[in-house]
């Protein structure tokens, strides 16, 4: 939870102080598309024009790896999303493109409430840092003030949208009695499952079926493009390691930057939470007995590190003891910053009310404002100045061979020798090969993939510290494909096919028998499965055991103790399920939870609404030649990351 209170980030905290948060930055990266861990240059493919703007394939990537990073979406599925957030970045520029058109403005109160909203840390007691503060915060970001704000006012008018959407929406008491319903009945079932790997053992491939099915599909199967490139790695920590850095440098590096040095005062806190949002009454009457009790252990010598990871609620510290590690003043809320800086080290707080509960603080350490020493600084420092040489030095070198490449192979080999650069031959690659010391890179395929027999690409950054060049030296032609070079993957094609029409047939077998009235394990041992169930209920919201995510078998809610449900064709198998348990809502409780409730079918309600007006106004705008989509670089950039 404090992760939201403060910047853990020590360069920028030495930048800025107390000003930087973590929550202001993580805002910031979200909302700036030019954010890049190189800023170097790569290939801006054009994947959509919406009137004079555009959408790069640069951009995309980056957004997809902001998602990927933060866990929306899962690793390894990229090209399945691709496409979705190339819509919804198209999507988002129509709105701001269509408001534009209609007058639709932002005002200056509204741009700067929003600024103080996603950027706290630069209005400390309501008074604004100033624009060079501001400025250097952004230009952490590998942005400027322009197009941040360009930026924030697009997520404006697309707020504005969302708000309209709201409007008028209505919800009726029916709608949220079966929401309620919905929400909280729970069932437990017994299941059989039908998974192929059960019986793939009964499945075989002939030689005489093998030969059929390539006779049959051979245009299938294909040899795929193949290419041999030169490719020159130039790597930043291999350039930064030859740097020589001098005292002088160092020196002038510590001059220019004191402020970054300059240490607030500040106090190293470990804290138990207890949180009260959202609780009754009696359950924060409760709450308070408990941080009471704890206080009180606390006081009694019990390991405060310990109780603070058995019982804090705030999770992020918890699992360190309850430590927060180092805070200064306007990091966080004021009750505790009033009880942090007021307490002497070593000892406790009585409880302090805020916002978020109940906490208790004990204060580790306290330092006063001072200035970091040179010699505290020299060792970060001289990586810095190192790296930010080295940044430079790659892009001047990944362009100097890209030139001489551009005039003789042995021209290039000389200019990468002088700074301890060899050239790499990878042959006959496709694009779901890897290259050789650098693996499979969607960035450096896609750029390849659009080159003719000769063409250099631009330096691509293919990781936050690494540039490619790379050549093409030779193209071979996909072309048909000779059974014997692709026999395994036509046996594994005539093997799915038996084991799809086995499943199926045993699905029906299944299916009859338990319509017939059969008991589900019967049934089970004569298709050769076996029943398991479900040690707890669980609602649509949670997870059947050995099944997955409850909502795969929704249809088993509508069903009652002893029927049957099914089949479901989910990854893991195909699912019988048979209710074996029911406990119907609480309808007492619905005054509750109407609120909730009811703010849960308007914001869906609001998402349709807002997804409708979006796709409507995309298709407007296309029809009107407004919006042009450039498909064969959206193709070129999944078929990248599918590789």
């Given at each position: 939870m404090f992760d939201l209170f403060r910047s853990r980030e020590k360069n920028v905290r030495w930048l800025l102080g107390a000003l930087l948060g973590l929550v202001a930055l993580s805002m910031v990266i979200t909302l700036v598309p030019n954010y890049s861990g190189m800023g170097g240059r790569v290939d801006q493919a054009i994947v959509a024009e919406i009137g004079d703007e555009v959408i790069t394939t640069a951009e995309v990537r980056l957004a997809l790896a902001r998602a990927t990073r933060g866990g929306s979406i899962p690793r390894g599925l990229e090209q399945v999303y691709a496409p979705m957030i190339v819509q919804q970045m198209i999507a988002e520029h129509a709105v701001s493109y269509e408001a534009a058109r209609l007058g639709m403005e932002v005002?200056?109160?509204?741009l700067a409430s929003a600024i103080q909203t996603y950027i706290p840390q630069l209005f400390q007691g309501g008074k604004f840092a100033g624009k060079e503060i501001y400025s250097a915060y952004l230009s952490q970001m590998n942005t400027t003030i322009p197009e941040f704000e360009r930026d924030l006012k697009k997520q404006i008018l697309l707020q504005r949208i969302e708000t309209l959407a709201l409007e008028g929406i209505v919800v009726t008491?029916?709608?949220?009695?079966?929401?309620y319903r919905q929400r909280n009945e729970k069932i437990k079932v017994s299941y059989l499952q039908l998974t192929a790997d059960k019986f793939k053992s009964q499945i075989s491939a002939t030689p005489e079926e093998i030969a059929s099915n390539f006779a049959q599909n051979r245009g299938s199967y294909m040899i795929p493009e193949k290419r041999d490139y030169l490719v020159y790695l130039v790597d930043q920590e291999k350039v930064a390691a030859s740097l020589s850095i001098s005292e002088a440098d160092l020196r002038r590096a510590y001059t220019e930057q004191r402020d970054r040095f300059r240490i607030p005062e500040r106090v190293r806190v470990r804290h138990i939470l207890l949180k009260t949002a959202d609780k009754s009454p009696s359950e924060v009457k409760a709450?308070?007995?408990?941080?009471?009790?704890?206080?009180?252990q606390a006081k009694g010598g019990a390991d405060f590190p310990a109780l603070a990871q058995k019982n804090s609620d705030d999770t992020v510290s918890a699992v360190k003891g309850g430590d927060i590690d180092w805070v200064t003043r306007g990091q966080t809320v004021p009750e505790f910053e009033k009880a942090a800086f007021s307490l002497k080290v070593g000892q406790f707080s009585d409880v302090i009310t805020t916002v978020y509960g109940y906490h208790i603080l004990r204060v580790e350490q306290k330092e006063l404002a001072h200035m970091r020493t040179f010699d505290e600084v020299r060792g970060d420092l001289q990586k810095e100045v190192q790296q930010a040489r080295a940044s430079e030095k790659v892009q001047a070198i990944a362009d100097q061979i890209r030139a001489a490449l551009g005039r003789s192979a042995a021209e290039a080999a000389k200019v990468a020798e002088a700074s301890d650069i060899k050239a790499t031959l990878a042959q006959r690659v496709s694009p779901q090969d890897e290259f050789p010391g650098i693996g499979r890179n969607p960035q450096l395929t896609e750029a390849v993939s659009m080159l003719k027999k000769g063409g250099i690409t631009p330096a691509v950054a293919i990781s936050a510290t690494q540039l490619a060049v790379a050549q093409v030296l030779e193209i071979y032609p996909a072309r048909p494909a000779e059974l014997a070079e692709v026999q395994d993957r036509v046996k594994a094609a005539v093997v799915d096919v038996k084991l799809k029409k086995l499943l199926a047939a045993k699905s029906r077998e299944a299916a009859e028998k338990l319509k017939a009235g059969q008991d589900l394990a019967a049934v089970a041992k004569l298709v050769g499965a076996e029943v398991k169930t479900t040690s707890t209920e669980f609602s649509r919201d949670g997870a059947a055991e050995g099944i997955?995510?409850?909502?795969?078998?929704e249809g088993a809610f509508s069903k009652q103790v002893g029927e049957i449900a099914g089949p479901f064709e989910l990854s893991g198998g195909t699912y019988f399920v048979k209710v074996v348990a029911r406990t119907e809502a609480d309808m007492s409780q619905l005054p509750a939870?109407?609120?909730?409730?009811?703010?849960?079918?308007?914001?869906?309600?609001?998402?349709?609404?807002?997804?409708?007006?979006?796709?409507g106004l995309v298709d407007s705008l296309v029809k009107q030649k407004k919006i042009k989509i450039h498909d064969d670089n959206i193709k070129r950039m999944v078929s990248a990351y599918r590789s």
């Open positions: 005002s200056e109160e509204e008491p029916s709608q949220v009695e079966e929401a709450i308070r007995a408990r941080i009471d009790d704890l206080l009180k997955g995510a409850a909502v795969q078998i939870q109407r609120e909730q409730i009811v703010g849960g079918l308007k914001t869906r309600a609001g998402r349709d609404r807002r997804e409708l007006f979006m796709d």
